[in-house]
């Protein structure tokens, strides 16, 4: 069943679903990637929550000139001005207030969210039969998705998409450093409007899929699980892209499969499984391979503390410290160390004094910026220069009687 | 309007507006000067699954499951925001986003999957509430309010929403000096030997309990317009904190008395015979109060530092 689902083998309806939402997850995907890069992941809450009372009044214009009321691009227009005017709101309200953004985005979304309410219950009251619709843009539904509703997706994904393709250096140049931008000729205020409209297309598209409430996910939660896998702009956008357009289809699909699966919050589910599986196994920023990270660190640390102090003779007390030694086969069980313990623990005492001198002199002061403690000299100072270095040292003398 | 068409319709949804406006107002105000306004926004969206994972458990719609649910899934949000931020080194908005959505999508998985069309639990009513239902039925005018018959008939919202808001003051009282160090100067407030983060966590829960409260008569999202645009206009017309909680109360009981009675009485002015959401007016009201603040408040200005 779920893989008759993710082959598109459920029927028209059911295969318009998968296509329709697996493009505006790519889209939203892409889209969000400079949003988060920029910070501003929140604002497209307000701009989500914008759109409502443009829905209620595109619908309430188009029933007053006599129409039918339901034309999906006409209902989108209205969510666009709407969403729009709001994100002016949130830009306004900060600029020149003493608001921060997060109370004016806040205010923002709950304010048209009201109004757009106290629209749909005028909607309500002119004509109850005709507006059910409307409610679907609240949480998104995908059962009376038409063919065109599709094709609308998949044109605004796809324009979306090459907007993105042409603004993108400008737009990740503004999101890491905007001064530099604006020092180098860069509109950054342009460039913000662009990245906020952008996803306020991409908003605006999917909310007859998912709905108002969780279209934030899509542009939000892709970003941020592309962000464990590279450090890189571009690789980052696809990877979003990959990731929102995979939960899309696979959520799209699972809903498919049983009547009680809302179609919105399967994909945010599913996105949001992809965004623990990354946090928990990404290679260098994943849990796993930061904890395994640290544990590396600590038992080099541990290592070498234990060689030190073995050479001077300290007792050890550390427990850890010990069960490493004693596991490298470097100490006895009661501390006492080995010969190879011995002879570790006067290279690791010799090359302390080493680090001293080459600290304390100038002419090696690239080398020595790299002392952490940890490192083998080996691996900063060539064979000579240790060879120098010794010589300084000099050797072990005896004491005269 | 006569006092026995007033009392039993209009006093109750009133009365529990203004309530749940002021309640939600008071911890808005340290929310807006903490910057954590979108806290609101996060909890207000939790509420829906915490309320329903309270239903699941117990089987009952009743008022203290339903409290002790939605305060658990604040303090989850608020946990599993922490998390993601710390372990995965994630800026706080985006965080929080994920964290807000993630659960409010499974909540309405849970509905949806539950059998819940036998309780008033639905998606609609948790997003903008049904205030205008919380009518009195008992009453018969302005006398049954010294009727112990009458008055035990009241919704038990009214009283739910005002011991909300008596313990969110009680708690801004109680709580008010380590408050307002905490959230003016943290580094401050913790060489006092305040456990700030104590401090924070109990803000929000604290706002969780008005969420619910207010959630069950404006629904969810209209709960962030009372966090944070009393306060926010409030924060614009004046410097001194109890003059800005003072405003934001005012604004907060003007925007529920004007936006009930726009919303009740409005449309029959303009020759309309059907009200709009009293929830959704309140709303808009409070909005356009802060608009006008933000246009002509005495302190809309930033002070010092430079516009950025």
């Known amino acids: ?401 | 309007m006569t006092g026995a068409e007033f009392v039993p319709l209009s006093l109750t949804p009133l009365l529990i507006g203004v309530f749940a406006a002021v309640a939600c107002a008071l911890p808005g105000n340290f929310l807006v000067l903490r910057r954590q306004a979108l806290i609101g926004d996060a909890i207000s969206h939790v509420v829906l699954p915490g309320i329903v994972v309270a239903f699941l458990v117990t089987g009952v719609v009743a008022a203290v499951p339903m409290l002790l649910g939605a305060a658990a899934a604040a303090v989850v949000a608020v946990v599993m925001i922490e998390a993601i931020r710390r372990l995965g080194n994630i800026e706080p908005g985006a965080a929080m986003g994920l964290t807000f959505t993630t659960l409010f999508a499974a909540g309405v998985l849970l509905l949806e999957q539950s059998d819940t069309s036998g309780v008033h639990l639905d998606v609609e009513h948790a997003l903008y509430g049904n205030l205008e239902s919380l009518i009195w039925l008992d009453a018969m005018g302005w006398e049954s309010l010294f009727d112990p018959v009458a008055l035990a008939e009241l919704p038990v919202e009214l009283f739910r929403v005002a011991a909300a808001l008596v313990g969110v003051s009680g708690f801004l009282w109680v709580c008010w000096r380590p408050l307002v160090v905490s959230t003016f100067d943290e580094g401050f407030a913790q060489t006092m030997g305040m456990r700030t983060n104590v401090i924070g966590m109990a803000l929000v829960i604290v706002a969780a309990i008005a969420a619910v409260a207010a959630f069950d008569a404006v629904g969810s999202i209209i709960v962030i317009a009372m966090f944070i645009c009393p306060p926010a206009a409030a924060r614009l017309m004046t410097n001194r904190l109890s003059t800005q909680i003072a405003w934001s109360v005012g604004f907060a009981v003007l925007s529920a008395v004007l936006g009930y009675i726009l919303a009740g009485y409005g449309p029959l002015w303009i020759g309309f015979d059907n009200a709009v959401s009293a929830a959704g007016m309140i709303a808009t009201v409070s909005g356009v109060i802060l608009a006008l603040t933000a246009l002509w408040g005495p302190c809309r200005k930033r002070l010092g530092a430079p516009a950025v």
């Not at chain 1, 989500?48 to 829905?55: C, E, Q, R």
């Not at chain 1, 073995?310 to 850890?320: D, K, S």
Request: with cysteine; glycine share 10%; net charge positive.
């Open chain 1, 1 to 401: 069943m779920l893989w008759d689902a993710l082959t598109l083998g459920l029927g028209y309806n059911a295969t318009l679903v998968t296509i329709g939402a697996a493009l505006l997850g790519v889209a939203a995907g892409v889209t969000g990637t400079f949003l988060y890069l920029r910070k501003r992941a929140l604002v497209s809450d307000a701009i989500s929550h914008a759109t409502l009372p443009g829905v209620a009044l595109a619908f309430i214009v188009m029933v007053l000139l006599g129409g039918d009321g339901r034309s999906l691009p006409a209902l989108l227009l209205g969510a666009a001005v709407s969403s729009w005017i709001g994100l002016m709101c949130v830009n306004w309200l900060t600029a020149r207030t003493r608001l921060a953004e997060d109370a004016a985005i806040g205010a923002v979304l709950s304010v048209f969210f009201g109004f757009g309410i106290v629209l749909l219950t005028v909607i309500q009251t002119m004509n109850a039969g005709r507006a059910a619709g409307l409610e679907g843009f609240l949480l998104g539904s995908t059962a009376g998705m038409l063919f065109n509703d599709a094709v609308v997706i998949a044109v605004g994904g796809a324009v979306t998409l090459a907007l993105v393709f042409v603004l993108r250096r400008p737009m990740g140049l503004v999101a890491f450093d905007p001064e530099f931008s604006a020092a180098s000729g860069v509109n950054v205020g342009r460039v913000d409007l662009a990245i906020m409209g952008l996803a306020l297309a991409v908003t605006v598209v999917g909310l007859k899929v998912v709905g108002l409430v969780l279209i934030v996910a899509m542009l939000i939660i892709p970003p941020v699980t592309a962000r464990f896998w590279t450090d890189r702009t571009d690789h980052m956008a696809m990877i979003s892209g990959l990731c929102g357009g995979l939960a899309a289809w696979v959520g799209a699909a699972l809903s498919a499969t049983a009547p009680a699966l809302p179609t919105g919050p399967i994909i945010v589910l599913t996105s949001f499984a992809i965004f623990v599986v990354s946090l928990l196994l990404a290679p260098e920023r994943g849990m796993l391979a930061v904890g395994l990270h640290h544990r590396r660190f600590q038992r080099r640390v541990h290592m070498r503390q234990g060689l030190l102090a073995l050479a001077q003779g300290q007792p050890i007390y550390e427990r850890f410290t010990l069960k490493l030694l004693r596991r490298a086969g470097l100490a006895h069980a009661d501390g006492v160390a080995t010969e190879d313990g011995k002879a570790r623990a006067a290279k690791a005492l010799r090359d302390e004094k080493r680090w001293e001198l080459v600290r304390a002199d100038q002419a090696f002061e690239s080398a020595a910026v790299q002392y952490d403690g940890l490192r083998e000299i080996e691996t900063v100072l060539t064979v000579d220069q240790i060879a120098e270095i010794d010589r300084r040292m000099g050797g072990p003398t005896g004491v005269m009687p």
